[in-house]
């Protein structure tokens, strides 16, 4: 039988659509692709799909292999039918003594037709014997209802008896039949001779084996769709967090990042709602850092900017008020260079390489500490303690935040007054000390004064409003991006310690 496969050649690229010429050709950059990106497949569709697609090939497999194993179940039974038809056959031949009278067979006629009257083969079977040569011979045959009347069909039951083989298939008008013979020889007659022939169609057989494939297919296309509406709502449970952290994230703007995702048990879903919820810490702490920077910059840079303003507007054709007015506006410009540096200085301690660690003798960055804050002011220096060893820290913004610490202490002492400096290191932590017996540090103060643009009070310093409150917020930046802390120990009238404490091996090997 010949069949057709009209099935679509798979492969062939289409042809290429004809392109427009050079004055119809228009080219188009970003928004098609923004609205081609509007139409992809969402995440649950495409859940639901490889669900269904892996299912499908299970099923498709499970389907073929089965169908497979079923065909040979098949061929092997009717192989074993066809077998035992002519062992039978060969057992009578052998005795060569028929089992009713217990005489001899007298010729090759009688031996089949005494075989052929004592078997009930199966509904699909059909048993001929032929006695004589297939070109002079005769056909025997059984007293049933056949599947195929194989022994009226002289044509087929010939070209059987005729083929070299003793085994094999031919198509009949009832379908495929597989088909044994023995030729059959008298023991003492040579010249008597005849043949046995078994066919089995096997068509049936294969129905059955269709059939229940074909159930088997109802069967996996039913569990298919329910398996697509198990997993639509699987899928949705599952992405349900995601479309929280979606929601969330489309609610955020730059004036409200107040946004959480309620976290619930510790999947994985959870741990990204951990995470998105980190990530808009860290935003919202960038943005009010931004936020400050810029009101800080706005406040502080608005008063030397007036004081100049004002003074270049009264400013008279004196050469003396002239040479005042540009001292004074050179001085409040440096104010600002300063209040600016301090700025971008914090700005910048939000960065990762803010700190640049590298490993450092502490012994000799303390002498190097006490030997720059000495040219600060006219005070009693002394060297209280040096720690021994070598910790990893920046060099220059240790030596930054402790000459800001000297100077804070210039600005809160006389000249003559005593100031200690001092360094130590134990237990994998390293501290940098500056203490002074100046005023000190009311208690109303010390949880602020390390805030951008705070001075608390004065305390009776005379350098004390001279500065724009920044030093102290630099000494904390450059202490957190260590990971340490800053400390303060005071006493109001007895003066005050400041000072930062580091872990001596963050960011490098111990």
Same mark, same amino acid.
């Given at each position: 039988?010949?069949?057709?496969?009209?099935?679509?050649?798979?492969?062939?690229?289409?042809?290429?659509?004809?392109?427009?010429?050079?004055?119809?050709?228009?080219?188009?950059?970003?928004?098609?692709?923004?609205?081609?990106?509007?139409?992809?497949?969402?995440?649950?569709?495409?859940?639901?799909?490889?669900?269904?697609?892996?299912?499908?090939?299970?099923?498709?497999?499970?389907?073929?292999?089965?169908?497979?194993?079923?065909?040979?179940?098949?061929?092997?039974?009717?192989?074993?039918?066809?077998?035992?038809?002519?062992?039978?056959?060969?057992?009578?031949? =052998?005795?060569?003594?028929?089992?009713?009278?217990?005489?001899?067979?007298?010729?090759?006629?009688?031996?089949?037709?005494?075989?052929?009257?004592?078997?009930?083969?199966?509904?699909?079977?059909?048993?001929?014997?032929?006695?004589?040569?297939?070109?002079?011979?005769?056909?025997?045959?059984?007293?049933?209802?056949?599947?195929?009347?194989?022994?009226?069909?002289?044509?087929?039951?010939?070209?059987?008896?005729?083929?070299?083989?003793?085994?094999?298939?031919?198509?009949?008008?009832?379908?495929?039949?597989?088909?044994?013979?023995?030729?059959?020889?008298?023991?003492?007659?040579?010249?008597?001779?005849?043949?046995?022939?078994?066919?089995?169609?096997?068509?049936?057989?294969?129905?059955?084996?269709?059939?229940?494939?074909?159930?088997?297919?109802?069967?996996?296309?039913?569990?298919?769709?329910?398996?697509?509406?198990?997993?639509?709502?699987?899928?949705?449970?599952?992405?349900?967090?995601? =479309?929280?952290?979606?929601?969330?994230?489309?609610?955020?703007?730059?004036?409200?990042?107040?946004?959480?995702?309620?976290? !619930?048990?510790?999947?994985?879903?959870?741990?990204?709602?951990?995470?998105?919820?980190?990530?808009?810490?860290?935003?919202?702490?960038?943005?009010?850092?931004?936020?400050?920077?810029?009101?800080?910059?706005? !406040?502080?840079?608005?008063?030397?900017?007036?004081?100049?303003?004002?003074?270049?507007?009264?400013?008279?054709?004196?050469?003396?008020?002239?040479?005042?007015?540009? =001292?004074?506006?050179?001085?409040?410009?440096?104010?600002?260079?300063?209040?600016?540096?301090?700025?971008?200085?914090?700005?910048?301690?939000?960065?990762?390489?803010?700190? =640049?660690?590298?490993?450092?003798?502490?012994?000799?960055?303390?002498?190097?500490?006490?030997?720059?804050?000495?040219?600060?002011?006219?005070?009693?220096?002394?060297?209280?303690?040096?720690?021994?060893?070598?910790?990893?820290?920046?060099?220059?913004?240790?030596?930054?935040?402790?000459?800001?610490?000297?100077?804070?202490?210039?600005?809160?002492?006389?000249?003559?007054?005593?100031?200690?400096?001092?360094?130590?290191?134990?237990?994998?932590?390293?501290?940098?000390?500056?203490?002074? !017996?100046?005023?000190?540090?009311?208690?109303?103060?010390?949880?602020?004064?390390?805030?951008?643009?705070?001075?608390?009070?004065?305390?009776?310093?005379?350098?004390?409003?001279?500065?724009?409150?920044?030093?102290?917020?630099?000494?904390?930046?450059?202490?957190?991006?260590?990971?340490?802390?800053?400390?303060?120990?005071?006493?109001?009238?007895?003066?005050?310690?400041?000072?930062?404490?580091?872990?001596?091996?963050?960011?490098?090997?111990?």
């Amino acid at each position: 039988m010949t069949t057709t496969d009209r099935r679509p050649e798979v492969g062939v690229p289409p042809e290429p659509a004809p392109q427009a010429s050079g004055a119809d050709r228009t080219v188009v950059d970003g928004p098609p692709r923004v609205a081609a990106r509007r139409w992809l497949v969402p995440a649950r569709a495409r859940i639901m799909g490889w669900m269904l697609l892996l299912m499908a090939v299970v099923s498709l497999t499970v389907t073929v292999v089965t169908r497979n194993l079923l065909m040979q179940r098949v061929d092997v039974e009717v192989s074993a039918a066809l077998q035992q038809e002519i062992q039978e056959l060969e057992e009578v031949a =052998r005795g060569g003594v028929d089992r009713a009278t217990q005489q001899p067979f007298q010729d090759v006629y009688e031996l089949l037709y005494n075989h052929l009257q004592r078997q009930f083969p199966d509904d699909d079977e059909v048993l001929v014997g032929w006695d004589g040569t297939p070109e002079t011979g005769s056909p025997l045959r059984q007293t049933r209802a056949e599947p195929f009347p194989l022994a009226d069909r002289l044509d087929v039951l010939r070209s059987v008896l005729v083929s070299p083989v003793n085994s094999g298939s031919i198509e009949t008008d009832a379908g495929e039949m597989r088909w044994v013979k023995v030729p059959i020889i008298h023991p003492t007659n040579p010249d008597d001779v005849g043949a046995f022939v078994v066919g089995y169609f096997i068509d049936r057989d294969r129905a059955e084996v269709n059939q229940t494939m074909q159930t088997l297919i109802l069967v996996s296309l039913l569990g298919l769709l329910f398996a697509g509406i198990a997993a639509w709502v699987i899928a949705g449970q599952i992405l349900a967090p995601v =479309r929280l952290v979606r929601r969330a994230a489309a609610e955020i703007t730059e004036h409200d990042l107040t946004q959480r995702i309620p976290i !619930h048990g510790k999947d994985d879903i959870a741990a990204l709602s951990e995470q998105f919820n980190a990530m808009l810490d860290r935003l919202e702490q960038a943005f009010a850092a931004q936020r400050q920077f810029v009101d800080d910059a706005s !406040h502080e840079l608005r008063t030397p900017i007036t004081i100049v303003r004002g003074h270049l507007e009264l400013m008279g054709d004196d050469p003396a008020d002239r040479a005042a007015v540009v =001292r004074l506006c050179t001085d409040e410009l440096d104010r600002m260079n300063r209040i600016v540096a301090d700025l971008l200085l914090l700005a910048k301690s939000e960065r990762p390489d803010f700190v =640049r660690t590298a490993p450092v003798e502490i012994t000799e960055l303390t002498s190097d500490i006490y030997a720059k804050v000495r040219a600060i002011g006219e005070r009693d220096w002394r060297l209280e303690a040096i720690g021994e060893g070598v910790a990893h820290v920046d060099q220059q913004r240790v030596t930054q935040a402790m000459v800001q610490l000297a100077q804070n202490a210039v600005q809160h002492t006389r000249d003559g007054d005593e100031v200690l400096i001092g360094s130590s290191m134990m237990e994998g932590r390293i501290a940098f000390w500056v203490t002074d !017996h100046g005023p000190g540090v009311p208690y109303a103060d010390q949880g602020k004064i390390f805030d951008r643009f705070s001075r608390g009070s004065t305390g009776g310093a005379p350098g004390h409003r001279t500065g724009a409150g920044l030093g102290l917020a630099i000494v904390s930046a450059i202490a957190e991006a260590h990971g340490g802390v800053v400390r303060l120990v005071s006493t109001p009238g007895e003066g005050a310690s400041f000072g930062i404490d580091l872990p001596a091996y963050r960011g490098g090997p111990r």
